[in-house]
């Protein structure tokens, strides 16, 4: 499968705990974005990364988040201290540099539930 | 205001009409339009883009009104495989495609 893919697909813990999802976005594409969506919601953006730059953060994304692409391939999305508010589909996409770069090849997600 | 509008609806169809959704964008400045698809539990998908001159791919037709700043979707002969949430997307100017603004969805289920 040469699609984006994201690790785990699910994850369920405790308000205050740490977690970290990974994203593997398609191997050609140099830039990558994690959104997050709730339920009757579109996907909000939250970062963006050309390569292994960190080019923007939204406002929704506090302090308690950090996103890395430590070598311009795959990226993880950090949140810690995590708040029953954080609970949501994080979702993570990829787009090629040039050409049809509109179009973002989104993953499964990764569904958080913070009890 | 929000910056991509869209009725959530549901739209309860039978299969084989016509159905059509619109979407309003607040920034005059956007460029670029699309359609995404997204099934039940599933990630979002890229249906079409919206182009000025209006564009259709078989059964679906996109239009774009850039004075009102509106955008619509039509589809054609329903199919059941038709059901899906469908999102009305907007870039957000001067950043080219990197950031894309999604409105609430548009659910859509075909009923036989």
């Known amino acids: 499968d040469t699609g984006v893919s994201q690790n785990p697909r699910h994850k369920i813990t405790k308000r205050g705990q740490n977690v970290t999802f990974r994203c593997d976005p398609i191997?050609?594409?140099?830039?990558l974005y994690w959104y997050r969506q709730t339920l009757g919601q579109g996907p909000e953006f939250l970062t963006y990364f050309q390569n292994e730059a960190q080019l923007e953060k939204s406002r929704l994304l506090s302090d308690r988040f950090s996103a890395e692409r430590p070598k311009g391939s795959f990226s993880t999305l950090e949140i810690q201290r995590t708040e029953q508010g954080d609970s949501a589909m994080y979702l993570c996409a990829s787009s090629p540099l040039g050409g049809n770069s509109y179009e973002q090849y989104f993953g499964p997600g990764t569904r958080l539930t913070v009890t | 205001r929000k910056e991509v509008e869209q009725d959530p609806g549901p739209f309860n169809v039978p299969e084989g009409a016509t159905v059509a959704f619109n979407c309003t964008y607040s920034n005059s400045a956007s460029q670029s339009f699309f359609w995404y698809r997204q099934d039940c539990r599933k990630e979002p998908k890229l249906l079409m883009s919206v182009y000025s001159s209006g564009n259709e791919d078989g059964r679906f037709t996109a239009q774009l009104n850039r004075a009102s700043q509106y955008i619509s979707l039509l589809i054609r002969d329903s199919k059941l495989s038709d059901s899906a949430t469908y999102l009305c997307?907007?870039?957000?100017?001067?950043?080219?495609?990197?950031?894309?603004?999604f409105g609430t969805g548009t659910r859509l289920t075909i009923i036989p």
């Open positions: 191997s050609e594409h140099n830039r």
């Open positions: 997307v907007v870039n957000r100017p001067n950043f080219g495609n990197e950031k894309l603004t």
